[in-house]
């Protein structure tokens, strides 16, 4: 089955600055990868997604690419502000249903004021 | 997607005891997915259902664990005897059908056993 690594697991940043999270996917026949915000005690939201007919996806300060070659995909945020601070998962998912998602550990993103 | 509703939110369960987690998908979806999120983990597949039909059981422990998503009513998630090791956030997610479309995640089932 599928496996997804995410790295790094946190990350921490100045206000400002850009923060990038990086996976690698292990099936091919992946073509969905969608990326979550989730704060303490909440529910996964979902921030952005790609399909791997498209090899970049950007709304506003976050941005999404995917190398269907090498197998990974990164988020990268810009203008990072403290209220990004929260875990960030990317995921990855096959065929016609998007959603049996495989996970990635998670990234705790830290932005300082 | 706060139509995806999950309860009770906050569950307690001695050990031995039986856990039912229920999730009512948004209005017109008829797929519901459970995933489990350990402390500090990322979130695992458990089961994929569609009304009256599992359709994919494949993350679900051998043991003590069974779910269904009924003509009518909620989906639910059932985990008999718990052990201390159950203690997870469950969430659940819900799908209007298969084709490019993004999974609702409820506000998730935090149980805690003790």
């Known amino acids: 089955g599928e496996n997804v690594e995410q790295h790094p697991s946190t990350l921490s940043v100045q206000e400002g600055d850009s923060a990038v999270i990086k996976c690698t996917y292990s099936?091919?026949?992946?073509?969905?990868f969608p990326w979550y915000k989730q704060e303490l005690g909440k529910r996964p939201q979902l921030i952005i997604d790609i399909r791997s007919n498209v090899g970049e996806k950007k709304d506003q300060r976050i941005a999404v690419t995917l190398n269907k070659t090498a197998k990974h995909f990164s988020l990268h945020i810009t203008e990072t502000q403290p209220e990004d601070s929260a875990v960030y998962f990317c995921?990855?998912?096959?065929?016609?249903?998007?959603?049996?998602?495989?996970f990635g550990q998670g990234t705790i993103l830290t932005v300082h004021p | 997607n706060a139509g995806v509703m999950q309860n009770p939110r906050h569950l307690v369960r001695r050990r031995g005891q039986e856990a039912r987690l229920r999730c009512s998908p948004m209005k017109g979806h008829s797929h519901v997915y459970w995933y489990r999120q350990l402390p500090e983990e990322g979130l695992k597949f458990m089961v994929y259902?569609?009304?009256?039909?599992?359709?994919?059981e494949s993350g679900m422990p051998k043991e003590r664990f069974s779910a269904e998503f009924p003509k009518e009513g909620p989906s639910i998630l059932r985990i008999q005897q718990v052990v201390r090791g159950d203690s997870a956030a469950y969430f659940c997610?819900?799908?209007?059908?298969?084709?490019?479309?993004?999974?609702?995640f409820g506000q998730g089932t935090r149980l805690t056993v003790v």
């Open positions: 997610a819900s799908f209007p059908g298969q084709g490019v479309s993004e999974a609702f």
């Open positions: 995921a990855g998912a096959g065929g016609t249903s998007y959603g049996k998602l495989t």
């Open positions: 259902l569609q009304k009256e039909n599992i359709i994919d």
């Open positions: 099936d091919s026949a992946s073509n969905y």
